[in-house]
């Protein structure tokens, strides 16, 4: 009661006054009581949320590290794994280096490089050289051997018609001829050509022809055999006739005397009776047989005939 | 004047036309009277009878032509000159033979001297007359159409595709088959000729069958034929593998392998050219050839003959030791190197000397046993001496100096290097002494050698360059003996030791 006294008494001048100073005190400072308010309330908002985030941060930390060390030990495994694998891979692979390096050494030492079969190789390389070495010497002594012949051939038959040629030089009884002079201890060969060459008429043909001069006993040649004789004939690329047989040759076929068929004229006239009957030739026969044996003394022919008689 | 006369008059003229053109001929065999037929105008003359009524009119003014291109450059040019060719060619595929033989030998009297004869021959239609005479009957005709085809492809490869083009191969093919020597002879010879060019011709001439009948011929007795059958296949095979391959299966071998024995050189010369070009291309083919004893003929076919006829068996021998070191030591045991040795030193031709330098560095730069083979035989100091002489060719001097250099790497036969310590320039001298460094550490008696030789005393000689090789290989050597010793052998020790005996003074106090 005494303050509502007292308030009455001084009046209300100072009660508005101090109201007014209140009121406006208070309006100044709700402002600032405001910003204070909202300072404080901003703060304890913000330690909530602080705590809040704290409390998230922490949750989270421990979920992460969880999290971490499990995929840690996941990739650890992981790689204990590869390494464990890699190791593996290189003893794997040690090892088959040392399956291939014997492999190769040995395929390369017997299969491509091979000592021994080189060795061989060179072996028969060098017989086969001596057999062809041989065999190339006895070739070309052969073929040296055929030459040798041709020169010796064709030497003679050079020779051999000089001999032709030559055949007035052969010496007679009356007068040794040139090739047989009586000083030497005896004749030239060229006078031996001389006496065995027969003499033909010359023809147009050139000596080279082989042909001319078949006349020549085969005492002439030298001791050819048969190979010379055959190389001689397939020399000459066109083949050389043989000559055609003279006429006498050709008209009875038996190389005779001279004198023989007048003789056989003379001595067997029946024969040269005509053929009129048909058993001429055994009448014929007849006769000459008794002709023959009347005649015992005569000369080849009976012989001849009673050889054959013989025979038969 | 009565018909009679008239006609007489023409036989009259006709008459004086052939013995004119046969005394023309027949002068023209002669050397001594071409330039003056020349000078007074026959060419014209013998023109304007080609183109005479009377075939053997014709015939003689073409023997009489040919026989004018034959003897020189300039007669054919002129020949060319006066358009007679076309005249020739043009009525051809008409003529009866002997025509055609006096044309063809015409035409081939113009080819024969050079390249652009040749080419106007063929322009004018030259090839399309032969490839019509080869189609004759005749021998003799289709021997002068074969010499004339001849004549063009030998001057170039161009004039070789159109003599091919104008289908002339089955034909000459076919005149291998003739029986008539002559014949066989000119198209070998044609063929070799057509061959020799590029690998597309030789293919076409192949897939003729040309290769069985060129074999077949090989067996006849005839030389010249043979001389050109295997210059034939030695120009069929050198262009490519196949074609060498299809030679060799052909059973060439054993019959060529018996003609390198043949008296005649050429010969001779072709089969071992053959063999050459089917060395050339794989090591299959050279172990074919040598398998069958080819390496003993050839060899013993250098030890007969001499000059150019070596080049094509030492380049041979060459080529298989170069493909590898199994065939070069086969060449070395056929007794490849004494025989190669003697054709460096009988043969003066620089060619022929470096081929055999080529042939022994192929042979000794395999491994260390051909390099000792090679110096074993004494071939070093030769090699050197060629790379020496300063007579020479640069070609020589290159291949002697390859050859040293590859031998030189390889080879440990000491006493045979010994020599060339002594003689050789700085450049192969390095190679000598990095072989004693090599060898020398490790064997002892070698050592004792080459000090007794005088060789350390050499080394001892040599002034090197410091920090270059040969500085590097003389202390490897020095290394490898004894102090004392290299001191005793290094140039001047004797003076040493004499300035030493002057430098003494002996304390008189001891003696006494």
Redesign the interface.
């Known amino acids: 009661m005494a303050q509502l006294l007292k308030m009455k008494s001084k009046g209300l001048k100072e009660f508005r006054q101090q109201y007014l100073l209140r009121n406006s005190q208070a309006e100044e400072k709700r402002w600032q009581e405001h910003q204070a308010a909202t300072c404080i309330q901003s703060w304890f908002r913000a330690c909530k949320v602080h705590a809040y985030i704290r409390h998230l941060h922490k949750k989270a930390i421990i979920i992460q590290k969880i999290w971490r060390g499990f995929t840690a030990r996941a990739r650890f495994r992981q790689m204990v794994k590869e390494a464990y694998f890699i190791m593996k891979m290189n003893f794997y692979e040690e090892m088959a280096v040392r399956i291939q390096r014997r492999w190769r050494g040995f395929y390369v030492r017997k299969y491509v490089h091979n000592f021994y079969a080189?060795k061989n190789?060179?072996a028969e390389?060098?017989w086969?050289?001596?057999?062809?070495?041989s065999g190339?010497d006895e070739?070309?002594e052969l073929?040296k051997r055929e030459?040798d012949c041709l020169d010796v051939i064709k030497e003679q038959t050079n020779k051999v018609y000089q001999a032709h040629r030559l055949h007035h030089l052969l010496s007679t009884k009356q007068r040794p001829g040139i090739f047989n002079s009586p000083f030497r201890p005896g004749p030239h060969e060229t006078e031996l050509l001389l006496r065995q060459v027969k003499y033909h008429r010359p023809t147009r043909l050139t000596p080279s022809g082989k042909t001319c001069l078949l006349g020549i006993p085969d005492s002439t040649a030298p001791s050819l055999a048969s190979p010379g004789r055959n190389i001689l004939g397939t020399c000459s690329s066109r083949p050389i006739l043989p000559p055609i047989a003279s006429k006498k040759q050709m008209l009875l076929g038996v190389q005779k005397q001279p004198g023989e068929v007048w003789e056989q004229c003379v001595r067997c006239p029946d024969l040269m009776r005509l053929q009129s009957s048909y058993a001429h030739l055994e009448e014929a026969k007849h006769q000459l047989q008794q002709y023959k044996s009347m005649n015992i003394d005569n000369g080849m022919l009976f012989e001849q005939y009673t050889d054959a008689h013989m025979q038969n | 004047m009565s018909q009679r006369q008239i006609i007489q008059v023409f036989q009259e003229y006709q008459k004086s036309r052939l013995h004119f053109v046969q005394t023309v001929a027949d002068l023209a065999s002669r050397p001594q009277n071409i330039e003056i037929l020349h000078n007074a105008g026959a060419m014209a003359m013998l023109r304007a009878l080609l183109l005479d009524v009377v075939p053997s009119i014709q015939q003689a003014a073409a023997v009489a032509l040919g026989r004018l291109a034959n003897y020189s450059a300039e007669m054919a040019e002129a020949v060319v000159k006066e358009d007679i060719l076309p005249l020739l060619v043009h009525s051809l595929g008409l003529q009866n033979r002997l025509y055609k033989k006096a044309a063809a030998f015409v035409l081939r009297a113009v080819a024969k001297h050079s390249t652009g004869l040749s080419s106007a021959v063929v322009s004018c239609g030259g090839l399309d007359a032969m490839v019509i005479c080869l189609e004759e009957f005749d021998p003799l005709v289709k021997e002068a159409a074969a010499t004339t085809l001849g004549f063009i492809a030998r001057h170039s490869a161009t004039l070789t595709q159109s003599v091919v083009d104008a289908g002339a191969i089955p034909l000459l093919v076919m005149c291998l088959r003739e029986p008539e020597m002559a014949l066989k002879r000119t198209a070998a010879a044609t063929i070799s000729d057509i061959c020799k060019h590029t690998p597309e011709l030789t293919q076409m001439v192949v897939e003729c069958g040309t290769i069985t009948h060129l074999v077949q011929m090989i067996n006849s007795p005839d030389t010249k034929l043979k001389r050109q059958v295997f210059s034939a296949l030695s120009q069929i095979s050198k262009h490519t593998v196949t074609m060498a391959e299809m030679v060799i299966e052909a059973e060439v071998l054993p019959a060529a392998?018996?003609c390198?024995?043949?008296?005649d050189d050429h010969v001779r010369m072709n089969v071992a050219s053959l063999m050459k070009e089917i060395v050339k291309h794989t090591p299959e083919l050279s172990q074919v050839i040598?398998?069958?004893?080819g390496?003993?003929?050839v060899i013993?076919y250098l030890a007969e003959c001499r000059g150019d006829l070596r080049l094509p068996g030492i380049l041979m021998l060459g080529y298989v030791a170069a493909h590898s070191e199994?065939l070069a030591?086969?060449v070395v045991?056929?007794k490849g190197l004494p025989q190669l040795t003697l054709c460096l030193s009988q043969e003066h031709d620089h060619h022929i000397k470096a081929s055999t330098a080529w042939a022994i560095s192929q042979i000794g730069g395999h491994t260390t046993q051909h390099a000792n083979a090679v110096a074993k035989a004494g071939l070093l100091p030769k090699l050197l001496q060629l790379y020496m002489n300063t007579g020479s060719s640069e070609d020589l001097q290159i291949k002697a100096k390859t050859a040293l250099n590859s031998i030189l790497q390889r080879c440990t036969d000491l006493p045979s290097l010994q020599p060339l310590l002594f003689d050789a320039p700085s450049n192969i001298l390095k190679h000598v002494v990095c072989q004693f460094s090599k060898v020398l550490p490790h064997d002892s008696l070698a050592r004792r050698i080459f000090v007794t030789s005088g060789g350390l005393a050499k080394v001892q000689e040599i002034k090197a360059k410091s920090d270059s090789a040969l500085q590097k290989y003389i202390r490897v050597i020095n290394d490898c003996f004894p102090e004392e010793v290299v001191r005793y052998y290094s140039p001047g020790y004797s003076e040493i030791l004499l300035e030493k005996v002057e430098d003494y003074e002996p304390e008189i106090s001891k003696l006494k």
């Open positions: 080189r190789y060179l390389v060098s086969k050289n001596k057999v062809i070495r190339l070739l070309e073929q030459r | 392998v018996a390198l024995k043949h008296p040598v398998n069958s004893g390496l003993a003929a013993d199994k030591m086969a045991l056929s």
